[in-house]
């Protein structure tokens, strides 16, 4: 008993003995215990062990080039299995027997495999579509055939075994003497016709025929490679390639003299190329210190630009002739700091699997397309160029006063129309150009928002377009596939049905995959024509080990935000124990947006921030709010913009308080907030508007000071002033409220995290908030996490559990170590070996 005492406050200790004298009790009955936070449950759906539930979830279509048909594998509990797909015959057939196979290799290669481990790689159609061929590693050691030092320990590898499969006959061969070729170097940009590969050195421009970048794939060091300088004035942050972003200083020095990328578009006859060159030579350092390199501590140089810094990167476009060998800078300038931006043809769906792709401009052999953004964003125009007389005509252009955002234009008929994406009457819609950028008529109009286009059927004029929040009584960022005529008639939808949609349209125009779900459904594929009539069902994901594991699906919501009017749409995660008697604390997992919010609509195996954390013991909730998503309308998009900072804020408390009210399950008092990047940033900005209410918090990566993020995002989304003085001089003004204003306020118990070398949001954001809260005498927590970026990456494990451990102390009051329960322990997948 007097030990019991002793861990009592004074108040406490008076409290208990006062009410001795008014009535017998035992000190068990009044004073319960905290509840433990279940680790255990919690480790069940760790990452690795969920890849072991839960396999594949969405069939991905490879169509192919002489038909309509397609194939795709799909992998369940019961293994992986590869199908053909003939949607005229409306047939599904397995590509081969897996247990006949299996046999086969085994035959040939000698190692053991059976029909449920059939590891296929590289499965590739012939050109005729009569046969496949697929890659298969072996147990054997060889040495590798370009090995530099025979004495090192990598100089060996496993032997991979090329395989031939005739579909008509069922026949097996092996391809002899097989060496798997070397993926094509990333530095290499490919004209259409092969004739020419173009990359960089040194900062400057380089190029090789065919046949020496045959033997560049084969050894990069060959010395009878023949290449050949196209510029020689380019330097470091002025460069006609990569300066060599994200290599610390030593490395950067080493690698200056090797071949980097060069990131051209070519004309679709291989004459001409154009390339962006950017000059950041005034654009002011950053720097980040990796501590944990080998050897001594690394630092790292980059070029970045905040928010109101006059030292601008400037865009230049140079097109280049390369028969003459020769280029020439174009007069894109509009707008002060401008940034411009060329557009690339879009893909074939059917030559997704052809290793050699080129990269080729919007346009024809004579003219391609571009945008140039003013720095405010606020001016967008998209024009087009005439390579014969270097003439830059402005088409389309768009002027608001937020900011604006293009997508790439639909070309039809070589450009002779034009099919644009805008925002202009406050919904994103498409709007038919002439090819001088008369408007002809918008094509689709009404309170809901067009997503992108999928493709274009020219003959038919028919635009096959994403879209969402046109289905009434649905969730309103559900996507859907639409087909619609250009004049605007006949608008159709194509995969009706209350779920998120996926679609995989051919390049034909004449069948699409249809993925979809729910978060509270399994995800399903269904194979349409373009009249929206079904051809057949495909697969069904198999979730049958994960609910023997537990998992219960989560529960979409709808709540109001703070004005009373909007709707919000969110998502309640509950623990897979979950008892309607108890009270829970309830963790808002949040993300601000504008890009985005961090609010699932369809079924997803990633669980950590949601789903798993719950299983200690909370209730987990995601929601959206005013100024998140840009899959609404532009009102709702743009309602942050001029208050960054604090935005999201009170929707984000009004959303847990009516389900509060709602729900008798969820404890008000014992409010969590958690996000990372903009989540990092909008979790402790909660903190500190809002002390009395979030009395926890986790944030990782944060940019708790816009003053010192990206320019891009800060001025984009925040605004940013530009300025003409009387002598015409132009100038931008920047101001923003941040985090570190705010620390005296905070009460709460506040987890700061973030990697050390992370060179998109720099730690100094939250060694700021920290340096703040210092001085203002208040408690918190820090982690650095040495060595990573901005994801975390191998560290984001144990993040996950840092983070756990500190919403358990402080909301769960479980402050016991959990000794049993080790970290490393909890998400391994190989027993110690003593490696």
Known sequence: MNKFYRLLTAAQFMGL????????????????????????????????????????????????????RFWYNFETPKGKFWYLVDPSA???????????????????????????????????????????????????????????????ADSMQKKIFSFKYELASAKLTEIPNFSKPKPKPSWGSVAPDSSA??????????????????????????STIVEHQLTKDGIKFYSYGSDGDGENNVENEKNNKKRRGAYVLWSPNAKYFILDRTDARKVKDLWVINSVTPGRPTLETYKYQM??????????????????????????????????????????????????????????????????????????????????????????????????????????????????????????????????????????????????????????????????????KEDP??????????????????????????????????????NYSRVNTAPKATLYNTNGLKVMELETTDLSLLMTAGYKFPEPFKVKADDGITDLYGVMYKPFDFDPNKKYPIIEYVYPGPQTEAVNKAFSKSMDRTERLAQFGYIVITVGNRGGNPSRSKWYHTYGYGNLRDYGLADKKTAVEQLAAKYAFIDEQKVGITGHSGGGFMSTAAMLVYPDFFKAAVSNAGNHDNSIYNRWWSEKHHGVKEII????????????DKNPD????????????????????????????????????????????????HGFGDMTEYAFWKLADHFNKYLLGDFSEPSDVDVVEMDREIEKNGK
């Open 742 to 789: 705010l620390a005296k306020n905070l009460k709460g118990h506040l987890l700061l995290m973030h990697g050390d070398v992370d060179n998109n949001v720099h730690p100094a954001n939250s060694i700021r908030v920290a340096n703040a809260l210092m001085k203002a005498g208040k408690r918190f927590d820090f982690l650095l996490i040495p060595g990573q970026r």
């Open 725 to 736: 003085s009387l002598k015409g001089d132009t100038s931008f003004k920047y101001s923003i």
């Open 307 to 472: 928010p109101g810094e006059a030292e601008a990167p400037q865009d230049e476009l140079l097109l280049f002739d390369f028969g003459a060998k020769s280029y020439r800078k174009l007069n894109v300038s509009a707008f002060k700091d401008q940034s411009v931006s060329v557009w690339s043809k879009p893909a074939l769906n059917k030559d997704r699997d052809n290793e050699f792709r080129p990269s080729v401009w919007l346009g024809n052999n004579s003219r391609f397309y571009f945008s140039r953004t003013s720095r405010d964003l606020k001016r967008i125009d998209i024009c087009t160029v005439d390579i014969n007389t270097n003439v830059v005509k402005p088409l389309i252009d768009e002027r608001f006063n937020t900011y604006v955002e293009v997508n790439r234009p639909g070309l039809v008929n070589d450009g002779n129309e034009l099919i644009h994406w805008s925002e202009r009457d406050g919904w994103a819609h498409f709007y038919l150009f002439d090819g001088n950028g008369k408007l002809k008529n918008q094509i689709t109009k009404g309170a809901f928002h067009c997503e992108s286009i999928v493709n274009i059927d020219e003959k038919k004029r028919v635009l096959y377009f994403t879209a969402n929040g046109r289905e009434g």
């Open 197 to 222: 590969i173009i990359f960089s050195r040194n900062y400057n421009l380089y190029w090789m025929d065919k046949e020496n970048y045959k033997k560049a794939v084969k050894n990069e060091d060959d």
């Open 17 to 68: 003995a006062a009410l001795a004298q008014t009535k017998t009790f035992t000190l068990t009955e009044q004073v319960q215990p905290q509840p433990k936070a279940n680790y255990q449950l919690a480790a069940r759906f760790s990452p690795n062990k969920l890849k072991k539930m839960v396999y594949s979830t969405s069939v991905d279509p490879h169509w192919l080039k002489l038909s309509n």
């Open 477 to 514: 960022y559900y996507l859907h596939l639409y087909k619609v005529n250009f004049d605007g008639s006949n608008l159709k939808l194509l995969n009706a049905g209350d779920y998120d949609h996926v679609a995989s349209l051919n390049d034909n125009n004449t069948y699409f995959v249809d």
């Open 90 to 152: 409306k047939s599904k057939k397995l590509l081969f027997d897996n247990a006949k196979l299996a046999s086969d290799i085994t035959l040939i290669v000698r190692d053991p495999f059976d029909a449920e481990h059939l590891p296929l790689e590289n499965l590739k159609f012939s050109t005729d579509e009569k046969s496949v061929t697929f890659e298969v590693k072996s147990t054997i050691d060889e040495l590798k055939k370009d090995r530099k030092d025979k004495k090192a």
